[in-house]
T-cell receptor, first 112, second 114 residues
Framework: AQSVTQLGSHVSVSEGALVLLRCNYS??????LFWYVQYPNQGLQLLLK??????LVKGINGFEAEFKKSETSFHLTKPSAHMSDAAEYFC??????????FGSGTRLLVRP | ETGVTQSPTHLIKTRGQQVTLRCSSQ?????VSWYQQALGQGPQFIFQ???????GRGNFPPRFSGLQFPNYSSELNVNALELDDSALYLC?????????????FGPGTRLLVL
């Protein structure tokens, strides 16, 4: 069965610093992987997705993620944090079936 | 904006009551999925509808039921509400493309059960 683990329920960075949010997955088949962002009192917005076309995936708002099969990881990064990046971030896995399986989320805090 | 809308935005019910939540899919999307997001947790899959038929179900009891209409809009019904049903309910629409399709989420309905 597929599962997702997000290390760190809270990550705090200074404005302008590197953002690194960790995601490890478990899947018995080649996975489709997603990162979503949730701003307060809103739904989920897709940041990026991995569908096996390329291991380094670029998304919106300057975010990118690298798929590493040997490490079963799909960590999200951004070179320079902005105050507007403060939100909850969810990693999700989906196989060829129908549902998304989400991690428990990481809240990103950006200090001025 | 994803083009997915949900109503109502907020709802307060008492234990034992029934509730209906509504979702309007993005134009052209024939699949809708419903998720429950409890406070401080990631969304949990409830079920999915494809062309008006249930296409898969998560670990939720039968008192959670759904409908999808010919225009692909959808309803989530919950009977005999319990306190633990308090959560944000999200719907997501998609167009199946062999598993890699993106699910586009609505803003959610926040349900409080007292």
């Amino acid at each position: 069965a597929q599962s997702v683990t997000q290390l760190g329920s809270h990550v705090s960075v200074s404005e302008g610093a590197l953002v690194l949010l960790r995601c490890n997955y478990s899947s018995s088949v080649p996975p489709y992987l997603f990162w979503y962002v949730q701003y307060p009192n809103q739904g989920l917005q897709l940041l990026l997705k991995y569908t096996s076309a390329a291991t380094l995936v670029k998304g919106i708002n300057g975010f990118e993620a690298e798929f590493k099969k040997s490490e079963t990881s799909f960590h999200l990064t951004k070179p320079s944090a902005h105050m507007s990046d403060a939100a909850e971030y969810f990693c999700a896995v989906k196989d060829s079936s129908y549902k998304l399986i989400f991690g428990s989320g990481t809240r990103l805090l950006v200090r001025p | 904006e994803t083009g997915v809308t949900q109503s109502p935005t907020h709802l307060i019910k008492t234990r034992g009551q029934q509730v209906t939540l509504r979702c309007s899919s993005q134009s052209g999307h024939n699949t809708v999925s419903w998720y429950q997001q409890a406070l401080g947790q990631g969304p949990q899959f409830i079920f999915q509808y494809y062309r008006e038929e249930e296409n898969g179900r998560g670990n939720f009891p039968p008192r959670f039921s759904g409908l999808q209409f010919p225009n692909y809009s959808s309803e989530l019904n919950v009977n005999a509400l319990e306190l633990d049903d308090s959560a944000l309910y999200l719907c997501a629409s998609s167009l199946p493309t062999g598993g890699q399709e993106t699910q586009y989420f609505g803003p959610g309905t926040r349900l409080l059960v007292l």
